[in-house]
């Protein structure tokens, strides 16, 4: 492979050349809250850049792509929360603590409507319904909206595939949120800004004939592809923009036989060993890609096409239950001024963040730019990848903290997606609970699973990437009766995949999986290495493990062949379902 025959720096100066960037420049931190005054260069009326449609008049202003500075500014000015003792801005996102993924919709319409994956992922919206919303959000802002907020930006680090998006909010901590998620453009590139696709969010828009409609609430999340607009109506919080255009993305890429994919990526300080982290919300993704040791390409949203992997975003989005400056210590020192809380507790008096009082949510959220991030690729982008982890929470607690994969049971695992949800990513999340999830991100997926599947095995076989499962879950015993796996122990597991020291240990077959786990590892417990035996009850643990498999059967036979793929999993013609 030729990563592994690079140096550092010549690996680093091949991908300049193969790949065009964006523009690069410098995003603007404030050390103290500013208290300049609001006028700003960024105030432009709404018809200069093609947004006629939300003026109420000719004269009409909007505020376009302000600083950090003037974003402070104009949050506090509009109340829309307070300042926390660390220097970032706190906002409380009320009973959106998480996105609603039942109230998402894709409008049928041709020639999209013959490639969407159709079912409860994307839900149907028919296109004079869309129409009538898009009136009402017009009229919204016309009388209801004081303040008009835009932000330009890109969404891809690969200058050849990357998408203009343009986001129109009513409140500043919204353009806050997406200039610190997306790719800020030059001023060459904004003052020729032409968008391939505009959300229009209307947080205190509801859609009050929902029950006419034949919606799930008066909450929704509206695309249209073909009219190249979204309405984002009634729902607070910031993950639904930048989820929506992850959506799209899916929708875009593939179709140029790019893979997008739900992980995190990071590059070797030294070998330039690219990694991609697989993983739903909760699964360790950003914390476990955010490393010490190997420089930060992406937490969250990937592409993968002829020259390597890239970020689909400038910024980071991290859970900040129980963060703590022992255990996560790029990430807590990465909240600071610029960088966004959401839902996370702050003391009314002296205003320090407490990460371990979960009182508003178990999924307090930050966003920052990933400049806030010492140890990252500038390039945004990483070579073809060397390792693929699939990152797991196994609310059952009978999976091995990590194993050992054939290109067959990668594509097995990718396939089937398990994870548990854990609590608070979605509306009505109380506990963890097991799911499965294609891609390890069906919430997302635009079309069949099996497109991306197909994609996968594809660049898995060209590329010879070693795979590995990583169970981030309990152990013990199910969730309420064991531990959650910590930190060190997964950290030690995935530092032997990087240091090669897996390789060089003995495993035993897994009776249920048939994967390879191994039997010691450097500042693992072995008996963890084996979780039966950190059972009390060994016979429940066998049953658990067999239901566990007959539920990946019974899962695994709904997207493909299990004939095909009886030799990497458990599958209906190997196991009882």
């Not at 792509?65 to 003037?70: Q, R």
């Not at 003052?191 to 929902?210: A, M, S």
């Not at 010691?520 to 059972?535: F, H, K, Q, S, Y």
């Not at 016979?539 to 007959?550: I, T, W």
Request: with cysteine.
């Amino acid at each position: 492979m030729l990563g592994r025959l690079l140096s550092a720096s010549a690996k680093r100066a091949a991908r300049s050349h193969l790949r065009p960037r964006l523009a690069s420049h410098a995003r603007i931190t404030t050390a103290v809250p500013p208290t300049a005054t609001l006028k700003s260069l960024r105030t432009q009326r709404l018809s200069q850049i093609g947004l006629e449609e939300l003026a109420p008049g000719a004269d009409s202003m909007c505020y376009r792509n302000l600083s950090y500075g003037e974003l402070a500014d104009h949050q506090a000015r509009n109340k829309e929360g307070v300042f926390a003792a660390n220097g970032a801005f706190s906002v409380d996102t009320g009973k959106f603590s998480g996105r609603s993924p039942l109230d998402k919709y894709i409008v049928d319409q041709e020639p999209s409507t013959q490639k969407i994956w159709w079912g409860d992922v994307n839900r149907k919206m028919d296109l004079k319904l869309y129409q009538e919303l898009k009136k009402e959000a017009i009229y919204h802002y016309h009388n209801k909206v004081d303040n008009v907020y835009v932000y330009d930006g890109f969404c891809g680090a690969s200058k050849a595939t990357a998408k203009r998006v343009r986001f129109v909010t009513e409140k500043a901590w919204h353009q806050h949120f997406v200039k610190n998620m997306f790719i800020d453009p030059s001023e060459e590139e904004l003052e020729n800004f032409e968008p391939d696709y505009t959300i229009i969010n209307c947080y205190g828009l509801n859609d009050e004939k929902w029950q006419k409609h034949g919606l799930h609430s008066d909450v929704y999340c509206a695309f249209s592809i073909e009219d190249r607009t979204a309405l984002i109506g009634g729902a607070w919080y910031g993950g639904e923009m930048k989820k929506g255009v992850f959506s799209l993305m899916h929708y875009w890429l593939p179709q140029q036989h790019i893979l997008s994919m739900h992980c995190s990526a990071n590059v070797g300080s030294e070998k330039s060993d690219t990694c991609l982290f697989f993983g739903l919300s909760g699964t360790g993704k950003t914390t476990l890609s955010t490393d010490p040791q190997r420089r930060l390409i992406g937490d969250d949203e990937h592409g993968w096409d002829d020259t390597g992997i890239f970020n689909f975003e400038g910024g980071c989005y991290a859970k900040t239950s129980k963060l703590s400056l022992d255990t996560e210590p790029e990430i807590y020192r990465a909240i600071k001024f610029n960088a966004l809380l959401e839902n996370v507790w702050v003391d009314p008096v002296s205003r320090e963040p407490d990460y371990f009082n979960q009182t508003l949510t178990e999924n307090g959220r930050v966003s920052y730019p990933i400049e806030h991030i010492d140890n990252r690729e500038e390039s945004l982008s990483g070579g073809h990848p060397d390792y693929i982890i699939f990152l797991c929470c196994d609310a059952f607690g009978v999976l091995p903290p990590v194993a050992k994969l054939n290109p067959g049971q990668a594509m097995y695992h990718f396939i089937s997606g398990y994870t548990a949800k854990v609590a608070g990513t979605e509306r009505g999340i109380k506990e963890p609970m097991a799911t499965f999830s294609p891609c390890y991100g069906a919430a997302f997926l635009t079309l069949h699973p099996m497109e991306y599947a197909d994609l996968f095995k594809e660049k898995l076989e060209k590329h010879d990437v070693d795979c590995y499962l990583v169970n981030t879950g309990w152990s013990g015993g199910a969730f309420g009766d064991g531990e959650r796996m910590s930190i060190k122990t997964t950290r030690s597991c995935i530092d032997a995949i990087f240091d090669g020291s897996i390789k060089k240990t003995t495993f035993r077959k897994d009776t249920v999986f048939g994967f390879e786990v191994p039997t010691a590892l450097n500042n693992v417990d072995a008996t963890i290495l084996d979780p039966r035996n950190t059972w009390k009850d060994k016979a429940l643990y066998d049953a658990k493990y067999k239901e566990l498999g007959s539920m990946f059967a019974g899962n695994i036979d709904k997207y493909a062949d299990p004939e095909k793929y009886k030799e990497f999993g458990p599958t209906s013609s190997n196991i009882k379902v």
